[in-house]
């Protein structure tokens, strides 16, 4: 379970990003965090995992207080949350197998990694992902020549190598057109019930976080505005997530995909 | 000084102008000045010219050429030493350097360096070494070492430290860090995200620069032997003094053409790298 009370960001320019958040997300919950841009949602997720030093308050997984970390706790928490990223972030020059493989560089040596003598088990579930994503013979191919639904299937499989208990999610498909932008989030969902995951994630397409997951919390200015169903997003609580907008077009078309899933 | 927009809004007419009218005034001053000052400095290189001499110089460099064809062919033999001495100490310099400018760079990189103070001693190197050219290391350095090949070496090496290191903590600060980052969430050391995040989008950098200024020291290597530090300036200086200007083509010629072929293989490796 990840918990977070009172999470506050404060960046050095003086933005308040986070402003006292609570949250609690049980095991394999499925969570969207919607928002308009600026309103917290990459530093929320980043500050889990601290790639953002929250200012003050506390986010715990599994009873585990990752704020008060040191650096070397701190990474041994990290192999256990898997994080995918908006633009892929995938070492662009490395081959997809050696970004799949950085998802073990928590559990292995530095010698190990730098010669690229993974464990043979390593070498196996990178495969079997691969295959499960449908990229195996795509493995030797460097990492720039693949196109951006494949990239973030490589961004998927890198995360899941972890063995995480948790998933951090940050725009998975804003780079991506309607469909692959469907189809990997239908992926995460269906690797993440597989696994028992729980999953934060951040996305722009409400219609996409309706369709893809079982709560949605909504953020406006770092603070927690929405936290219920999927179904409870009427325009007035978008209203209240973005500003004043026309938003039947919104709802209208949820509902018309609703009938026809 | 980037441009302004200006709207000035008369009535119906709106008219946009990139700049200010006081602006643009400044603009035409600081053109005024400028000429003004190429022209007097032109007037004062007029005065302190002997023209004579200048209006001689045709027929000087004629009389040069002349005596250099034709080439004396039958000195290449003895060149083949020097020349062979020139290439190693750009090779063996330009090895010496990069072992060196590699960790100097990612102590002045402000993304990698490890405290601010490593970072002020680092880019302390880099601008002394490139300070200093290639021929006063060379020249300091033959008094320390004694004349020859070594002392070329040395020179060559220290001079491109700063050079390569320079372009190198460049191209390390322009990294994409959403790379590093991805490396960092899954739990990596520093050591890791240096290897797995860093390295692999400035190694092709790190070869281009090896090889950049590998060409470059070819070049600069042919002139070390004028003050002593070996290959085959020695052979040019002693050449020019004996006003064997034979020699001194041929000389040329085979800096020429080592030069061409250095500039060839250095084009065709970048070209595989990147």
Same mark, same amino acid.
């Given at each position: 379970?990840?918990?977070?009370?009172?999470?506050?960001?404060?960046?050095?320019?003086?933005?308040?990003?986070?402003?006292?958040?609570?949250?609690?997300?049980?095991?394999?919950?499925?969570?969207?965090?919607?928002?308009?841009?600026?309103?917290?949602?990459?530093?929320?997720?980043?500050?889990?995992?601290?790639?953002?030093?929250?200012?003050?308050?506390?986010?715990?997984?599994?009873?585990?207080?990752?704020?008060?970390?040191?650096?070397?706790?701190?990474?041994?928490?990290?192999?256990?949350?898997?994080?995918?990223?908006?633009?892929?972030?995938?070492?662009?020059?490395?081959?997809?197998?050696?970004?799949?493989?950085?998802?073990?560089?928590?559990?292995?040596?530095?010698?190990?990694?730098?010669?690229?003598?993974?464990?043979?088990?390593?070498?196996?579930?990178?495969?079997?992902?691969?295959?499960?994503?449908?990229?195996?013979?795509?493995?030797?191919?460097?990492?720039?020549?693949?196109?951006?639904?494949?990239?973030?299937?490589?961004?998927?499989?890198?995360?899941?190598?972890?063995?995480?208990?948790?998933?951090?999610?940050?725009?998975?498909?804003?780079?991506?057109?309607?469909?692959?932008?469907?189809?990997?989030?239908?992926?995460?969902?269906?690797?993440?019930?597989?696994?028992?995951?729980?999953?934060?994630?951040?996305?722009?397409?409400?219609?996409?976080?309706?369709?893809?997951?079982?709560?949605?919390?909504?953020?406006?200015?770092?603070?927690?505005?929405?936290?219920?169903?999927?179904?409870?997003?009427?325009?007035?609580?978008?209203?209240?997530?973005?500003?004043?907008?026309?938003?039947?077009?919104?709802?209208?078309?949820?509902?018309?995909?609703?009938?026809?899933? | 000084?980037?441009?302004?927009?200006?709207?000035?809004?008369?009535?119906?007419?709106?008219?946009?102008?990139?700049?200010?009218? &006081?602006?643009?005034?400044?603009?035409?001053?600081?053109?005024?000045?400028?000429?003004? #000052?190429?022209?007097?400095?032109?007037?004062?290189?007029?005065? &302190?010219?002997?023209?004579?001499?200048?209006?001689?110089?045709?027929?000087?460099?004629?009389?040069?050429?002349?005596?250099?064809?034709?080439?004396?062919?039958?000195?290449?033999? &003895?060149?083949?030493?020097?020349?062979?001495?020139?290439?190693?100490?750009?090779?063996?310099?330009?090895?010496?350097?990069?072992?060196?400018?590699? !960790?100097?760079?990612?102590?002045?990189?402000?993304?990698?360096?490890?405290?601010?103070?490593?970072?002020?001693?680092?880019?302390?190197?880099?601008?002394?070494?490139?300070?200093?050219?290639?021929?006063?290391?060379?020249?300091?350095?033959?008094? #320390?070492?004694? !004349?020859?090949?070594?002392?070329?070496?040395?020179? #060559?090496?220290?001079?491109?430290?700063?050079?390569?290191? &320079?372009?190198?903590?460049?191209?390390?600060?322009?990294?994409?860090?959403?790379?590093?980052?991805?490396?960092?969430?899954?739990?990596?050391?520093?050591?890791?995200?240096?290897?797995?995040?860093?390295?692999?989008?400035?190694?092709?950098?790190?070869?281009?620069?090896?090889?950049?200024?590998?060409?470059?020291?070819?070049?600069?290597?042919?002139?070390?032997?004028?003050?002593?530090?070996?290959?085959?300036?020695?052979?040019?200086?002693?050449?020019?003094?004996?006003?064997?200007?034979?020699?001194?083509?041929? #000389?040329?010629?085979?800096?020429?053409?080592?030069?061409?072929?250095?500039?060839?293989?250095?084009?065709?490796?970048?070209?595989?790298?990147?």
């Amino acid at each position: 379970m990840l918990k977070l009370s009172a999470l506050t960001k404060r960046y050095n320019t003086g933005d308040l990003a986070l402003n006292k958040v609570d949250l609690e997300i049980p095991d394999a919950q499925v969570l969207a965090l919607i928002g308009p841009s600026g309103a917290g949602k990459s530093t929320l997720i980043r500050c889990v995992n601290r790639l953002v030093e929250p200012t003050s308050g506390t986010a715990t997984l599994n009873n585990v207080n990752l704020t008060k970390l040191s650096s070397r706790a701190l990474r041994k928490s990290r192999r256990k949350m898997g994080m995918i990223f908006q633009e892929y972030a995938l070492v662009e020059r490395l081959t997809v197998m050696e970004n799949v493989l950085s998802g073990r560089l928590g559990y292995v040596g530095f010698w190990r990694s730098y010669l690229r003598k993974f464990p043979k088990d390593d070498i196996k579930e990178a495969f079997r992902l691969l295959d499960r994503v449908g990229l195996l013979e795509m493995a030797d191919k460097r990492a720039d020549e693949l196109s951006g639904g494949q990239r973030q299937r490589v961004g998927i499989c890198r995360a899941l190598i972890q063995d995480p208990d948790l998933l951090l999610v940050d725009e998975p498909t804003a780079s991506l057109d309607p469909k692959t932008s469907r189809q990997i989030m239908r992926l995460i969902n269906e690797l993440c019930s597989e696994r028992g995951l729980t999953a934060i994630i951040n996305i722009h397409d409400v219609l996409l976080a309706q369709m893809f997951s079982q709560r949605i919390v909504g953020l406006a200015n770092g603070e927690v505005v929405y936290d219920g169903e999927p179904e409870g997003l009427t325009p007035e609580v978008l209203t209240q997530i973005y500003g004043e907008e026309d938003w039947t077009a919104t709802i209208d078309k949820v509902e018309d995909e609703d009938i026809e899933e | 000084m980037g441009p302004v927009m200006v709207l000035i809004n008369s009535g119906n007419d709106i008219e946009w102008r990139r700049r200010t009218t &006081k602006k643009q005034i400044g603009i035409w001053l600081g053109w005024l000045v400028g000429i003004s #000052i190429v022209l007097f400095a032109w007037s004062v290189i007029s005065e &302190k010219t002997v023209w004579f001499f200048v209006q001689d110089a045709p027929r000087q460099a004629a009389d040069i050429g002349s005596r250099m064809i034709p080439p004396k062919w039958s000195y290449i033999t &003895k060149l083949i030493v020097p020349i062979w001495d020139t290439i190693n100490i750009a090779t063996l310099g330009t090895i010496i350097a990069m072992t060196i400018a590699v !960790p100097v760079a990612f102590c002045a990189a402000r993304n990698t360096t490890p405290h601010s103070s490593v970072r002020v001693v680092a880019l302390f190197i880099i601008v002394s070494s490139r300070s200093v050219n290639s021929l006063i290391w060379a020249l300091m350095l033959v008094f #320390i070492l004694g !004349p020859g090949v070594l002392a070329g070496t040395i020179a #060559i090496g220290l001079r491109s430290i700063g050079f390569c290191a &320079k372009l190198l903590y460049e191209s390390i600060e322009e990294i994409d860090e959403s790379q590093v980052e991805a490396v960092r969430a899954t739990g990596a050391s520093n050591i890791q995200q240096m290897t797995y995040g860093i390295l692999p989008q400035v190694l092709p950098t790190i070869a281009g620069v090896g090889i950049y200024r590998w060409d470059i020291n070819i070049r600069e290597s042919t002139i070390l032997g004028l003050v002593g530090a070996g290959g085959i300036g020695l052979q040019l200086n002693g050449s020019i003094n004996t006003l064997a200007w034979t020699q001194v083509s041929t #000389i040329l010629l085979v800096i020429l053409v080592t030069v061409f072929i250095s500039e060839w293989v250095s084009a065709k490796v970048r070209g595989a790298i990147i």
